[in-house]
T-cell receptor
Framework: EPEVTQTPSHQVTQMGQEVILRCVPISNHLYFYWYRQILGQKVEFLVSFYNNEISEKSEIFDDQFSVERPDGSNFTLKIRSTKLEDSAMYFC???????????FGEGSWLTVV | GESVGLHLPTLSVQEGDNSIINCAYSNSASDYFIWYKQESGKGPQFIIDIRSNMDKRQGQRVTVLLNKTVKHLSLQIAATQPGDSAVYFCAEISQGGSEKLVFGKGMKLTVNP
């Protein structure tokens, strides 16, 4: 069964460093997303991406965050200067159509120290 | 504002029993609902979805019921198995072209053998 894959599974970084989280969405999907989950809390929407541009973003997704689809298969989330409060599990997700089933990856656990 | 919440934080059942997990949502413009299962350290796993033009949908051992009058969603799991132990989230997408999936806080289901 096709799945969303994410790397790395776990990354530890120092505060102020840049981090890039990588995702390979399901191959025929057109809509891509990043969500995050702080430990013990609910999953929160960060950004949606369609047709090579951001279609929607939350207030969490400030200027320190950016997304990119550098080629036909990868979808990345960059945090320019990490803060302690960025420590969370980051989930990539994708869907084939708008407002359709959204499939999640296994997540990248980011720890900022 | 919009919000999705779960009535019960924990539910413990015996193997073989039927389980019912409830969810209340406050956004009457919600158009599409998804139930996810999340095991420890893993990403949300799609279980079943339902659109606002339906009030019931069945899958394998699972049924989702939607009551738009009282803005209530439930997930019924038949013959609960130990492998069903996880945190369950309801999530919604609003009408109007939004791609943002709004998650509830989650409810932990424990199945005792």
């Amino acid at each position: 069964e096709p799945e969303v894959t994410q790397t790395p599974s776990h990354q530890v970084t120092q505060m102020g460093q840049e981090v890039i989280l990588r995702c390979v969405p399901i191959s025929n999907h057109l809509y891509f997303y990043w969500y995050r989950q702080i430990l013990g809390q609910k999953v929160e929407f960060l950004v949606s991406f369609y047709n090579n541009e951001i279609s929607e973003k939350s207030e969490i997704f400030d200027d320190q965050f950016s997304v990119e689809r550098p080629d036909g298969s990868n979808f990345t989330l960059k945090i320019r200067s990490t803060k302690l409060e960025d420590s969370a599990m980051y989930f990539c997700a994708s869907s084939e159509y708008s407002q359709n089933t959204i499939y999640f990856g296994e997540g990248s656990w980011l720890t900022v120290v | 504002g919009e919000s999705v919440g779960l009535h019960l934080p924990t539910l413990s059942v015996q193997e073989g029993d039927n389980s019912i997990i409830n969810c209340a949502y406050s956004n009457s413009a919600s158009d599409y609902f998804i139930w996810y299962k999340q095991e420890s350290g893993k990403g949300p796993q799609f279980i079943i979805d339902i659109r606002s033009n339906m009030d019931k949908r069945q899958g394998q051992r699972v049924t989702v019921l939607l009551n738009k009058t009282v803005k209530h969603l439930s997930l019924q799991i038949a013959a609960t198995q130990p492998g069903d132990s996880a945190v369950y989230f309801c999530a919604e997408i609003s009408q109007g072209g939004s791609e943002k999936l709004v998650f509830g806080k989650g409810m932990k289901l424990t199945v005792n053998p």
